[in-house]
Structures are given as C-alpha cells and as structure tokens.
C-alpha cells in the first residue's frame, strides 16, 4: 500500500511539475493561452453535442422500425388469443 501511495504522489508531483513548466515555456500570453483553451474546450463541446444528437435521431430511427415490426406480431397474437376463446 505504501508503494501506491509513493506512486501516486509522485504522479501528482510530476504532473504539477509539467504543467507548470508548460505555461512557464509557452510562447503565448496567459490571456492567448486562456482563449486558445477556451476555443478547443468549446469546439469539442459542439462535437460532442453533436455526435450526441446525431446518435439520438438513429436511435429513434431504430427504435421506430422496431415497434412497426412488433405491431403486425401482436395483431397475430391478439387474433391467436380471440381464437382460443
């Protein structure tokens, strides 16, 4: 266990580390920096959204054809019950 915690801190410690020394040795401002991040973070948003609702128009697509195929089966079944009665 001592051995995970000994990982992890020092993971911790070295990704603090790095991403400090990235902003210290960016060639862009903190602003221009702030903005570029900002832009990629709202560019995957929108593909995300996106993806998001191209996946929920095919599945209700799919959805849809489903439930055609299962009314002419439960017409069969409604006819099949009326007939045992």
């Not at 603090?16 to 991040?37: F, I, K, M, N, W």
Request: no cysteine; charged share 35%.
């Amino acid at each position: 266990m001592r051995k995970f915690f000994s990982f992890l801190s020092g993971a911790m410690i070295g990704a603090l580390v790095g991403a400090t020394a990235a902003l210290l040795l960016a060639p862009s401002s903190g602003e221009e920096l702030q903005a570029r991040a900002r832009e990629r973070v709202m560019s995957l948003k929108d593909e995300v959204r996106e993806a998001y609702e191209a996946r929920v128009a095919q599945l209700e697509t799919e959805l849809e054809s489903l439930r055609k195929r299962v009314k002419p089966e439960e017409k069969v079944e409604e006819k099949a019950a009326e007939k045992a009665k």
